[in-house]
């Protein structure tokens, strides 16, 4: 069964490359819709119900990342980002959102046609970096003092811990889902970031996601993606 792929892409002449390249590999791959836009490719995902989404990380001038998990809630489909960005903190943000992929637009046609099977068979498609930087974050804690990381989760109040256990439960979520999830405000949502933020030392989402993860017993998580249990709700 070929394997079917939505493009995602707000420039007309780059759908009909992409369009031409993925057809010519018939019958192990077509083609099944396009769009130029987050809301044209929600309504397509749901209707046309692909198996890969190649989606460019840049629509209309600005960036999609936070589409991502938006997109992956309308279907069981794996993204690959399209981009020409080699910015670290982007890709990062496109990965733990749930982007299964990443192909950069200076690479040959063929390693677009290799990420989309790799990724259908159920692998990542990511580069040396972004793999390693994974790595790094996951490893990372775990060199830190007992004491100091044990200071840094005691210091964070019951709500902070509630928030972080739905990071650990929900890879990549929006500040919506988040805060929708936990019957608060968006706005109550990132204030209680900033003060997550500062009290464990870390910088950016990707960061916390991976704390959130490693040490999702302390915030009342059995296992990253269980259900939180009842003293770690709001």
């Not at 192909?103 to 290799?114: A, G, R, S, T």
């Not at 790799?118 to 930087?133: D, Q």
Request: include cysteine.
């Amino acid at each position: 069964m070929a394997i079917r792929v939505l493009l995602v892409n707000s420039h007309q002449i780059v759908l009909w490359g992409l369009e031409k390249l993925i057809n010519a590999e018939s019958p192990s791959m077509e083609v099944v819709g396009k769009a130029t836009n987050g809301h044209d490719a929600a309504h397509a995902a749901r209707e046309k119900k692909p198996d890969i989404l190649l989606l460019d990380l840049c629509l209309g001038g600005e960036r999609c990342s936070p589409l991502i998990s938006d997109l992956l809630s309308e279907g069981p489909f794996h993204i690959i980002i399209f981009t020409e960005f080699h910015d670290q903190a982007t890709i990062d943000e496109a990965v733990l959102r749930g982007a299964r992929g990443v192909v950069y637009k200076e690479e040959p046609p063929h390693q677009i046609i290799k990420a989309i099977e790799k990724v259908h068979a159920g692998e990542l498609w990511l580069g040396r970096s972004t793999t390693g930087r994974l790595f790094i974050n996951c490893v990372r804690p775990a060199q830190t003092p007992p004491d100091s990381t044990t200071k840094k989760i005691n210091a964070l109040t019951r709500k902070e811990r509630a928030i972080m256990g739905a990071f650990a439960i929900q890879a990549g979520a929006s500040n919506k889902k988040i805060a929708q999830k936990l019957c608060i405000s968006e706005q109550t949502l990132r204030n209680h970031l900033t003060s997550i933020f500062s009290k464990l030392e870390i910088t950016n989402r990707f960061d916390l996601f991976m704390f959130a993860k490693l040490h999702h017993r302390d915030f009342g998580i059995s296992e990253p993606g269980s259900a939180p249990s009842s003293d770690g709700s709001i």
